[in-house]
């Protein structure tokens, strides 16, 4: 069964979202729901099989600074190249728009990082995501942050420099790498990605801010 790759349309948004959170699941993002689509202000791609959202690439322009804020296939059809394809195109896209870098950041989930290296990006800078979250130690988020009177802390997100990765992972139990994926785009074209079917799972190129 094949796929097509194009714009995001308004009526694609109920797919999209169960495209999104499906994929995400058993991932180092697995609790980043949305309940609607965000506006990314550059390119909004998806893969559909019919009507149905497959496959999801959110691409926002910073200058001549291309970002995937989200990338994701749904998981009844990874391993079809659709990730390899959304990224051929939002390269198109990116180079039309005057991107010269392309980039993403994305948790330390393994088959997310090797997907970006064999697309041929280059890891460059990444921190820390400390979630401390009452239902998984009683005591996790008043460790983390104390709170204005008043108020109870019941789950924290935080950032953290790499350095106190060691002493965190002691105390909180999901702490996750956050890594900057980049490649160039002039001079890009037919190369990785460009004109191959990928066999690669793409989760998430969304950065938590």
């Known amino acids: 069964m094949g796929y097509a790759v194009r714009d995001y349309v308004a009526e694609d948004e109920p797919s999209w979202l169960r495209c999104r959170v499906l994929s995400f699941l058993g991932t180092a993002v697995h609790d980043d729901a949305v309940p609607a689509k965000p506006e990314v202000g550059g390119a909004e791609l998806v893969a559909v099989d019919g009507d149905v959202v497959i496959g999801i690439l959110d691409l926002a322009l910073h200058g001549d600074l291309a970002t995937i804020e989200t990338i994701a296939v749904h998981p009844d059809h990874q391993h079809r190249g659709i990730g390899g394809a959304l990224l051929s195109r939002a390269k198109s896209r990116a180079r039309a728009l005057g991107a010269t870098t392309l980039d993403a950041w994305t948790r330390d989930y393994p088959p997310t990082l090797r997907w970006y290296r064999a697309m041929g990006f280059s890891e460059s800078d990444h921190y820390l995501h400390v979630i401390a979250d009452q239902r998984t130690s009683a005591d996790e988020p008043a460790r983390a942050v104390v709170p204005r009177p008043g108020l109870r802390v019941v789950r924290a997100f935080l ?32 190369g990785r990605g460009d004109h191959v079917d990928h066999r690669a799972v793409a989760q998430d190129g969304h950065r938590q801010r």
Do not use: S
């Open 159 to 190: 950032h953290a420099e790499p350095a106190e990765e060691a002493g965190l992972r002691r105390e909180f139990a999901r702490v996750h790498g956050c890594r900057r994926f980049a490649m160039p785009l002039r001079g890009q074209l037919g």
